[in-house]
């Protein structure tokens, strides 16, 4: 059974990460749309800017969870997680690097959401295709 091979160390640091991930999350996702909201009713200006930045303090905890897991886990897995952003990371700088020169000729510029989507995208394919290569 796939839940035996973890310790019930790994099972309650996980519930812990779950719970304070979700959380962290579900926060960001009111926070952003109730900026959104109000920030269309306001001119453009200083107050406008800083309900606009509002999600940053809730995207905080998410961070925060992250980091306190990856504190949590045990050296190799550790190890293995930096590896994988590592990886992610890597890629994404090459890819918008790469496209970098064709911004030089006339391609669009892309903002910093296109490169976090890219990076994500990026953590994705590396961690399946690590699992399917350990199988």
Do not use: C
């Not at 812990?16 to 979700?22: A, D, F, P, S, W």
């Not at 990886?87 to 911004?103: K, M, N, P």
């Not at 669009?108 to 394919?125: E, Q």
């Amino acid at each position: 059974m796939e839940h035996e091979k973890y310790s019930k160390k790994d099972r309650a640091d996980a519930k812990t990460y779950n719970k304070e991930l979700g959380l962290s999350i579900i926060l960001y996702v009111i926070v952003l749309f109730a900026s959104i909201f109000v920030a269309k009713t306001l001119e453009a200006g200083a107050l406008q800017t800083a309900v606009v930045l509002t999600p940053v303090l809730p995207g905080m905890l998410t961070l925060r969870a992250i980091i306190r897991h990856l504190n949590r886990q045990d050296e190799f897995m550790r190890v293995y997680m930096l590896e994988i952003i590592a990886i992610a990371g890597g890629v994404t700088a090459f890819l918008s690097f790469t496209y970098g020169f064709a911004e030089g000729v006339g391609f669009p510029r892309l903002n910093g959401f296109v490169h976090y989507g890219m990076f994500m995208m990026t953590w994705f394919v590396v961690v399946i295709v690590r699992k399917f290569k350990e199988r």
